[in-house]
């Protein structure tokens, strides 16, 4: 027996529905749909914008810290020291 899926455009597998593919793939759309108007999305969008920027300002921290020491005068330590 060949079970019918619902896939998406990339081909990765999003239901088993076998004889409800239409069905299932509204269903689907209808739920995606009201997960990207929710508060709860937006929340999460927010704080993972949020997060990316602080990750990127400790990143540049991260290679200051380990920078000191190794190259003088290249890390932004040692501009804020005047060196």
């Given at each position: 027996?060949?079970?019918?899926?619902?896939?998406?455009?990339?081909?990765?597998v999003?239901a088993?529905a076998?004889?409800e593919?239409?069905r299932?793939?509204?269903g689907l759309?209808?739920?995606?749909r009201?997960?990207?108007t929710s508060p709860e999305?937006?929340?999460?969008r927010?704080?993972?914008?949020?997060?990316?920027?602080?990750?990127?300002?400790?990143?540049q921290v991260?290679?200051?810290?380990r920078?000191?020491?190794?190259i003088?005068?290249?890390c932004?330590i040692?501009k804020?020291l005047?060196?």
């Amino acid at each position: 027996m060949v079970e019918e899926t619902v896939e998406d455009s990339t081909g990765s597998v999003l239901a088993v529905a076998p004889g409800e593919e239409e069905r299932v793939r509204v269903g689907l759309v209808q739920a995606w749909r009201e997960l990207k108007t929710s508060p709860e999305s937006a929340s999460v969008r927010d704080t993972y914008r949020a997060l990316e920027e602080a990750a990127s300002q400790l990143r540049q921290v991260v290679e200051d810290v380990r920078l000191l020491g190794w190259i003088p005068g290249r890390c932004n330590i040692c501009k804020r020291l005047g060196m």
